[in-house]
């Protein structure tokens, strides 16, 4: 047999409960063998020698889950800010995205795994292009995903259109389950309003034909909600349900501007809401109503977006912003609290994406991420749930585990090579932009 054991530390529970225990991970199955005393453990190994993880001082909690983003952005974090959604992407974003290479974006994406792993995330959603490469890179990294190749149609004939549809639902059926099943896939269409209906229609049928979920973003800005509204006299989500785009296993990014109608729908389809609170702010998108949607029982997640709208992918930054930000749309200090942005981290992120983890129990995927409370940001420690939603970083992240498998251990990142990965993409970033400006 082949144990980690997580030694010394204090374990979030499912139940939100924090209590000191070792945490004993079979690395063979990938899973956590049990939680508990130090005796109970060593009963559970059976005397079986285990690889130790120093917990001491530390929290342990399940893996992050960023359940919306475009991880291979990394090479445009900076590159285009202050402006609202719709020019930003067509006068920039789409701009330097026409110049993008497969070798580009590989590097953006082993950019952005590192970011996470250091950041103690440990399952993303990912919508973009040269979705092989991204595949490869979490694979190599250890992470565990749900992948898709982003479809756009306006503006293209409809052989291209078609052509992107097509390469969006065989990246779903080829990759599901690649990297020894970490990953899994999407049909991921943009979006309700770049996406045309037949399109939708024929991609969303296919989607349910081959078993893979739907990933689009919705109801993001007004501009996107109104002229669905207009043309077909109904609202975006019940356009999705009309397309039978509104399943349980479905997952939207966004949902800031839902109504009382839609959110009932959401709730009743048990398709989830990725909310990415940063990205709104940042794009003046609107606030998303979080107490409201958890309230009528929608899976709510949380996610970055890509790192040109954030600009980062730390998922403790979206914890404190999606608390902070929801008790400002409730008007309520008592809205969002702690313990619900760090559900909607954990065990929310994981069941909208219908991945393992985000829980910390016998039976569950090891997704682990160690957290130091050594330091003074984080001291006294009245509530390490508080610490975790208002005052942890990203940096306090000590050890990463996924799968039973240590991504980084004291800080060091060991599946992927972090300064060679930092050098190549920074040098992709620079020519990229020289691309795009003609140079
Ligand atoms: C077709 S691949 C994904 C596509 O989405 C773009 N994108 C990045 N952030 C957002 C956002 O907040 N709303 C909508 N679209 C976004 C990204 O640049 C890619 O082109
Ligand atoms: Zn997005």
Redesign the pocket.
Known sequence: MNYLRVRGGRVLRPDGRVERADVAVDRDEGTVRAVGSPDEVDEALGGAAAETLDASGSLVMPGLVNAHT?VA?TL?RGYADDKP?DP??RED??PA?AELTPDDIEAGAELGAVEMIRSGTTAFAD???AMDRVADVVDRAGLRARLG????TVGKDDADARADVEESLAVARDLDGAADGRIRTAF?P??LT?VGEEFLREGVAEARAAGVPVHL?AN??TDEVDPIVDERGERPIAYADDLDALGPEDFF??GVHVDGSEIDRLAEAGTAVVH?PA??MK?A?GMAPVRRLREAGVTVALGT??A??NNDLDVFDEMRDAAMLGKLAADDASAVPAAAVVEMATAGGADALGLPGGRIEAGAAADLAVVDLDAPHLTPVHDPVSHLAYAARGSDVRHTVCDGEVLMRDREVLTLDADAVQERAAAAASDLVDRVEGN
């Open positions: 475009h952005m445009l959604l930003w992407l974003i789409w995205e919508m973009y292009f190749h982003g479809v756009v991921m943009h979006s770049t973003h993001e800005t990014a966004h990415c990205s709104n794009l998108s977006d890509g040109a709208s």
